[in-house]
């Protein structure tokens, strides 16, 4: 035995890949949805001051106004998931786009609330829709190296929307009352059209071209979204696997038949799986996913988003372009801390900002609540210094939101549940996100009248508090693995098998063989 032999070689720490430029194409531009779901909510911050004094309409109907479009959304985003698995991921986009450019259009000619209402269900739909196919679409053609980075975009771009929304509303505000509100809304049509075009230029998912038996156009589009040659083909081994076609099958009728018979056998019981009887493993995703997108929004995020402009005015300032300006520190800070969340999604995982988001949010509600409630017990001339800690707790957590449970929910939700599985499952979280939206910006008003402004955050907060705990306890992590991997967290599937893992095994060992060659 020679020393060579006796001395194991030391090995180097794998490299990180780059961003693969292609991947990062196709998420950026499916992200670019959100801009327009960031902008139709938080356009309304503004124009419910004008539409209000304009259409002559009360603080009820303003609040059932702003709020109800995350209602209406749950059906937009029940809908995409079964658009999405007919019409594929792209197309799913396109129609989206469309949606918007119509709502928008619809709103800013509203003549009377009635007609504003029909424009705010449409552009509900398009919300619904936008915020289930974005980070499907981005997490499902990102590589594993990649896939927490890329699939924040969606929200990195919500909130470039919201700032765009709060910039229209300061923009727009000089304007007659009769004009300002509608420009603000008509602004959001031009996006769109440039958007639905746009689009068209991205490949389909490979798990929906899989889905559909054509496994060479999926080899296609995962040859130029992996790091490697070897990462495509276990990813297509993966996707195979999970949609249960064999390993050696190729394109052909003989796929399309499998498909078939699959959709067949399983596809029209996706329902019946994930709410009529769960496995224990899907069980315990829905609770995780489900969770997650619950606490997202019972924090009551939406509200501060939605009505900063009154909470601004709460804390001392009174002037209306001032408090619209001021507002637009809100949308600034969201989108200068997700890109925080974003570059660190895939070095420190999605648990450790989940947690220290989820706790700093709790602490930031329960001071401003503190403050506020001070301000009321103070004369007006003792309450500027509370007036400047409300408004710094505020921000502190947006910022706080923003960097964790924001934009990793979103990721985090796209990436746990298995493939025949995932369309449906991310539309039921989406839908209870909007669901948990609308009701908290529909009851924002309402409540701070019964408990105070202050009596409303210290509720966020302990909402907030006791997401701390339930994340902490039920999630698991997911920073580097495989969709396909993410899926064994919870649990081991009975018919699962080690076929696939066997093969990815013995042509990484090939291929190392082939490299000491």
């Known amino acids: 035995m020679t020393k060579d032999d006796a001395v194991p070689m030391a090995v180097a720490p794998a490299k990180r890949p780059p961003i693969n430029k292609y991947a990062f194409g196709c998420a950026l531009l499916a992200s670019m949805n959100s ?3 960031g902008y139709d909510i938080s356009v309304m911050s503004g124009a419910q001051i004008f539409m209000k004094e304009d ?14 479009i995350n209602i209406y959304s749950l059906f937009g985003s029940l809908a995409a998931g079964m658009t999405s698995d007919w019409l594929g991921r792209r197309y799913t986009m396109v129609l989206a786009a469309a949606i918007f450019f119509t709502g928008a259009l619809l709103m800013g000619l509203a003549p009377n609330y009635a007609f504003l209402m029909a424009g705010r269900f449409v552009a509900g739909i398009g919300v619904g829709y936008a915020l289930m196919i974005a980070p499907v679409y981005t997490a499902e ?9 890329l699939t924040s975009f969606p929200e990195v771009f919500n909130n470039s929307g919201i700032l765009l929304g709060y910039v229209s509303n300061f923009a727009f ?5 009769h004009l300002s509100w509608r420009a603000m809304f008509l602004v959001g049509a031009v996006p769109p059209i440039f958007l639905g075009i746009a689009v068209l230029a991205m490949p389909e998912s490979p798990r929906w071209l899989v889905m559909r038996g054509r496994i060479e156009d999926a080899r296609r589009v995962l040859l130029k979204t992996s790091d490697s040659p070897d990462e495509a083909e ?13 390993e050696d099958a190729s394109d052909g009728e003989d796929v399309v038949a499998i498909v078939r018979a699959n959709k067949a056998s399983q ?3 996706v329902w019946r799986e994930l709410l009529l009887n769960p496995t224990r493993p899907v069980r315990r995703m829905l609770v995780a996913g489900l969770g997650l997108m619950f606490i997202q929004q019972a924090t009551g995020v939406d509200c501060v988003v939605m009505y900063s402009p009154r909470v601004f005015e709460r804390a001392g300032i009174k002037s209306k372009t001032n408090s619209l300006g001021a507002s637009m520190a809100v949308g600034v800070c969201k989108t200068f801390f997700i890109p925080i969340a974003t570059l660190l999604l895939d070095r420190v995982g999605r648990r450790p900002l989940l947690l220290a988001s ?21 004369p007006e001339g003792e309450a500027k210094a509370l007036g400047a800690i409300s408004i710094a707790a505020m921000l502190s957590f947006v910022a706080s939101f923003a960097s964790g449970l924001g934009p990793v929910a979103w990721v985090y939700t796209s990436e746990i549940y298995p493939v025949r599985l995932r369309a449906q499952a991310a539309a039921i979280g989406t839908g209870l996100n909007r669901m948990m939206s609308g009701a908290t910006t529909m009851s924002f008003l309402s409540l701070s009248n019964a408990i105070t402004i202050a009596g409303s955050f210290y509720l966020y907060a302990c909402i907030a508090a006791a997401g701390w705990v339930f994340m902490y306890f039920f999630l698991p992590e997911t920073k580097g693995k495989s969709l396909e991997d993410t899926v064994k967290l919870f649990g081991k599937d009975t018919d699962d098998d080690d ?12 291929t190392e063989l082939s490299a000491q060659h």
């Open 35 to 37: 801009v327009l779901l």
């Open 141 to 149: 053609v990102a590589p594993t190296s990649a896939r927490g980075f």
């Open 267 to 269: 596809g029209e019981g």
């Open 358 to 378: 989820g706790g700093g949010m709790a602490i930031f509600l329960f001071t401003l609540a503190t403050s506020l409630l001070m301000m009321d017990r103070r």
């Open 173 to 177: 505000a000089r304007l007659p009352v």
């Open 499 to 510: 076929d696939v893992d066997t093969s990815r095994h013995e042509r990484k060992k090939s």
């Open 234 to 246: 276990d990813r297509l081994l993966d996707i195979k696997k999970a949609v249960g076609i064999p």
């Open 55 to 68: 259409l002559k309409i009360t603080d009820t109907q303003i609040e059932i106004l702003a709020g109800v």
